[in-house]
C-alpha cells in the first residue's frame, strides 16, 4: 500500500503543467494583488491576461478551468477563453503579482522563468513573501507564504 502511495504522489509530480483548475492561497497577512496569464487554441502562451484579482489577507480564489474567468474576474481587452476543448485547448502560464514590489511566477517557457519567487513584503511584520507556482495533479496551484 505504501508503494502504491508513493507511486501516486510520484505520478502527480511528474505531470509538467496542470491544465484544469487553478487555486490561489494567501497565506499571509497582507494583501496580495495578483494577475493571472493562460493561454487557449485561440490566444497563445500569455496572451489571455485578466484583470486583477485581490485576495485579503488569508483568502483564496479558486478557477475551474481558464474558459472560468471569462465570466467571473474577465480577461483584459476584451478577450474570451474558448468554451470548449478541455484542458486540450487551454491551459494556466503563471501570474504577476503585487505590481513593481513583486514579480512573476509560472511555468518556464511561457512567459515566465521560474516557479518561485521571494519579494520584500510591503507589509510587515513579515520581511518577505514567497511565491509558488506549479502542478498539482492535473491543476495548477499559486500560493503565497511568508
Known amino acids: 500500500m505504501k508503494k502504491l502511495i508513493l507511486f501516486a504522489f510520484l505520478a502527480m509530480a511528474a505531470v509538467p503543467k496542470g491544465n484544469a483548475a487553478l487555486f490561489i492561497s494567501n497565506n499571509t497577512d497582507c494583501r496580495v494583488v495578483v ?12 496572451v489571455l491576461q485578466s484583470w486583477r484579482l485581490v485576495l485579503e489577507a488569508w483568502e483564496s480564489a479558486s478557477y475551474n478551468n481558464v474558459a472560468s474567468i471569462n465570466t467571473d474576474l474577465g480577461w483584459l481587452n476584451g478577450q474570451t477563453a474558448a468554451t470548449t476543448g478541455g484542458t486540450s485547448v487551454w491551459g494556466w502560464d503563471g501570474a504577476f503579482f503585487n505590481g513593481s514590489g513583486g514579480g512573476g511566477v509560472g511555468y518556464p517557457g511561457t512567459c515566465f522563468t521560474t516557479t518561485t519567487l521571494t519579494v520584500p513584503n510591503t507589509c510587515l511584520p513579515v520581511a518577505n ?13 499559486l500560493e503565497f507564504n511568508p
Open 129 to 141: 513573501v514567497t511565491a509558488t507556482w506549479g502542478p498539482l495533479g492535473s491543476n495548477t496551484i
Open 35 to 46: 494577475q493571472i496569464y493562460a493561454h487557449d487554441i485561440t490566444h497563445g502562451t500569455c
